[in-house]
Nanobody, 126 residues
C-alpha cells in the first residue's frame, strides 16, 4: 500500500554527477524522515544521507559530506540526492527509505514503520 520509487541511477565517470529521485505514494498518513542508503557488493547497507520532514535537518555519512546533497520536494513525499565528484567507491545500489505512519495493508491499521524502495544502481567507472 506504500511504494517508494527511485530513479536516476546509472553509469558515470569518476568526478561526474548524478541526481537520484525518490517518490513515496500510497496510504501515507505522515512521513517523519526520508533518506538514502547504499549497499556495495560484499558490504553492509549504510546510511548515505537523511532529511527530516518537519525541520529539514540533514544528516550525512562522513564519506559523502561536501559532495552529496539531500533535499526534499515541495510535496514532502519526494526526496532527491544530488551526487557530485563521484568516486569509484560510491558504486553501490542506492535505496530510498521513508520513516513515518503508513497503512501498509488494505483496511489495516496505521502503523509507524520504515519502508524501502527497490534500489537503483549507481556505477562510477571510467
Amino acid at each position: 500500500q506504500v511504494q517508494l520509487v527511485e530513479s536516476g541511477g546509472g553509469l558515470v565517470q569518476p568526478g561526474g554527477s548524478l541526481r537520484l529521485s525518490c517518490v513515496a505514494s500510497g496510504s501515507i498518513f505522515s512521513i517523519t524522515s526520508m533518506g538514502w542508503y547504499r549497499q556495495a557488493p560484499g558490504k553492509q547497507r549504510e546510511l548515505v544521507a537523511a532529511i527530516t520532514s518537519s525541520s529539514g535537518s540533514t544528516n550525512y555519512a562522513d564519506s559523502v559530506k561536501g559532495r552529496f546533497t539531500i533535499s526534499r520536494g515541495n510535496a514532502k513525499n519526494t526526496v532527491y540526492l544530488q551526487m557530485n565528484s563521484l568516486k569509484p567507491e560510491d558504486t553501490a545500489v542506492y535505496y530510498c527509505n521513508a520513516e513515518g505512519s503508513f497503512r501498509l495493508v488494505v483496511g489495516g491499521p496505521i502503523r509507524y514503520r520504515e519502508v524501502w524502495g527497490q534500489g537503483t544502481l549507481v556505477t562510477v567507472s571510467s
